[in-house]
């Protein structure tokens, strides 16, 4: 059973930073996506990163602002969250895809999720 633990969400003010992380309990990954869902919204995807090799994809509402980023020797993946807004609050989540080696955008493309990190970006 894959296991995916995220950290570093909180509360930060319009244009600031926050980076939250994703710890994952086996390296025999394909793919990690980050998804989130903001109140009285749909789950969204956000980005999504290839494990081996690294090719990245975002949707445009966080290109140039959000980076992707994974550590192969830690078994981590991290994002970069820059110039936040407050249509980015929503409750974030990472996941595991361990069948395809492109970057998917649908849920269940992904196997195994974490519990979900809050950020909220207040005005």
């Known amino acids: 059973q894959v296991q995916l633990v995220e950290s570093g969400g909180g509360l930060v003010q319009a244009g600031g930073s926050l980076r939250l992380s994703c710890a994952v309990s086996?390296?025999?990954?394909?793919?990690m996506g980050w998804f989130r869902q903001a109140p009285g919204k749909e789950r969204e995807f956000v980005t999504g990163?290839?494990?081996?090799?690294?090719?990245?994809y975002y949707v445009d509402s966080v290109k140039g602002r959000f980076t992707i980023s994974r550590d192969n020797e830690k078994n981590t993946v991290s994002l970069q969250m820059d110039r936040l807004k407050p249509e980015d609050t929503a409750v974030y989540y990472c996941?595991?895809?361990?069948?395809?080696?492109?970057?998917?955008?649908?849920?269940?493309?992904?196997?195994?999720w974490g519990q979900g990190t809050q950020v909220t970006v207040s005005s």
């Open positions: 996941a595991a895809d361990r069948t395809s080696g492109v970057v998917r955008v649908e849920e269940e493309a992904y196997s195994y």
């Open positions: 086996t390296d025999r990954l394909y793919t």
């Open positions: 990163i290839v494990w081996h090799g690294g090719s990245t």
